[in-house]
């Protein structure tokens, strides 16, 4: 009976603070209190710990690729096995702090699915990358540090993600490929064999003996340190040229001495063909004149429709000819009448200029 008349007690006190507009400071104080001493140690304790595992995880996986490194294991499969492993561990970490602070996860799981499912519709592209990112990952068409060719990019390879794969060109620039357009293109992979044949063409004159240019050419590629013995080196005339000789050189070298060897050789030949007296000819044509004043041409068939097409174009060009020479010779008499009459009143003007001149003088003697 005392109680509940003390409940009511505290019931009417308190709807008698709320009307009035009173705050229960204290009740407030206690509830932040009390969270502070069970939930809010709770949630620093799992803060520092799901620190702690992230700073963890992050160093076993540097071990982890450290050792793969010193095992010289593919570094495309180290970097994506490194890189994927790291963040689906932080992943399920996550939910692990999530279930302990009291959250349920189960939403949060359904909330990402519903997400990711909308995310993968509108990017098609992307998703499309990832899985080209996975076949190469799994095929191996080509791994970090090799030098390739595809889609339109030509460089060494500096890295290979899910999406994108970065590849750094000959005069440093970087060039990001997307993975689906490396897939859907030729790939041409200069490092994947460990040896690689060069190609070369010289040019010689044809006053020169190709036999000695060849010799000349073997003696440069024995003193290479870049050209490999076996396969044997092949030097050869590959065409005769407009105006030269061409020689083809055919060299097996190890890939990273590709460039090197050709450079060298380049150099090399050259300057042995100019101690030898072998000349590299530029692009000339050479014109050969045959004159046939006195020889004329005859026909071995005597048919009579020859003999007269014969005679009438022998006819025709004679007729051509008169009329020419009478064109020519009535032209220069024209031009010769023309210069008389001119020359005609040149003297007549000079005959008037002194007969004014002697009546001037007549005048002035009266």
């Given amino acids: 009976m005392f ?12 709807a008698e603070k709320t009307a009035t507009g009173g705050v229960d400071w204290a009740q407030v104080w206690d ?30 996986f540097k ?37 302990y602070i009291g959250i349920d996860t189960s939403s949060i799981i359904a909330a990402v699915t519903a997400g990711a499912v909308t995310v993968g519709l509108a990017l098609q592209g992307a ?23 595809c889609a339109g990019a030509t460089g060494t390879v500096e890295d290979i993600g899910l999406f994108q794969t970065r590849i750094v060109s000959v005069d440093n620039k970087v060039l990001i490929v997307g993975n689906s357009s490396a897939v859907n293109s030729t790939i041409v992979n200069y490092s994947m064999k460990d040896t690689r044949r060069v190609d ?22 024995e003193k290479s340190v870049y050209a490999l013995k076996d396969p044997a080196p092949f030097v050869n005339i590959k065409e005769h040229g407009s105006s030269s000789i061409d020689l083809v050189v055919r060299t097996w070298v190890k890939s990273p001495d590709y460039w090197d060897f ?11 063909f100019d101690k030898n007296g072998i000349t590299i000819p530029y692009s000339q044509i050479d014109v050969h004149m045959k004159e046939k004043a006195d020889e004329q041409l005859k026909l071995e068939d005597d048919n009579p429709y020859v ?47 002194k007969e004014n001149k002697n009546k001037v003088i007549k005048t002035e003697q009266k």
């Fill in 3 to 14: 109680g509940l008349l003390a409940t009511s007690a505290e019931s009417a006190e308190s």
């Fill in 31 to 60: 509830s932040v209190w009390h969270w502070c001493i069970h939930d809010g140690i709770k949630l620093i304790l799992a803060l520092i710990v799901l620190w702690l595992t992230f700073k963890i995880t992050n160093f076993i």
């Fill in 63 to 99: 071990r982890i690729y450290r050792r793969l490194e010193k095992k010289k294991a593919d570094k495309t499969l180290s970097r994506t096995f490194v890189s994927v492993g790291r963040k689906v561990v932080k992943f399920f970490l996550l939910m692990m702090f999530v279930a």
């Fill in 127 to 149: 998703l499309s990358n990832l899985a080209s990112g996975v076949l190469i990952i799994v095929l191996r068409p080509f791994r970090v540090g090799d030098f390739i060719e």
């Fill in 200 to 221: 070369m063409v010289f040019s010689i004159a044809y006053e020169n003996d190709f036999r000695k240019a060849k010799n000349i050419i073997r003696e440069e590629i």
């Fill in 262 to 272: 050709y450079w060298s050789m380049m150099e090399d030949v050259k300057m042995a």
């Fill in 307 to 353: 003999q007269a097409e014969i005679a009438a174009y022998k006819q025709n060009v004679a007729s051509k000819s008169s009329a020419r020479t009478k064109r020519i010779a009535t032209e220069k008499a024209e031009k010769e009448r023309q210069e008389n009459k001119s020359l005609f009143k040149k003297i007549a003007k000079v005959a008037k200029k």
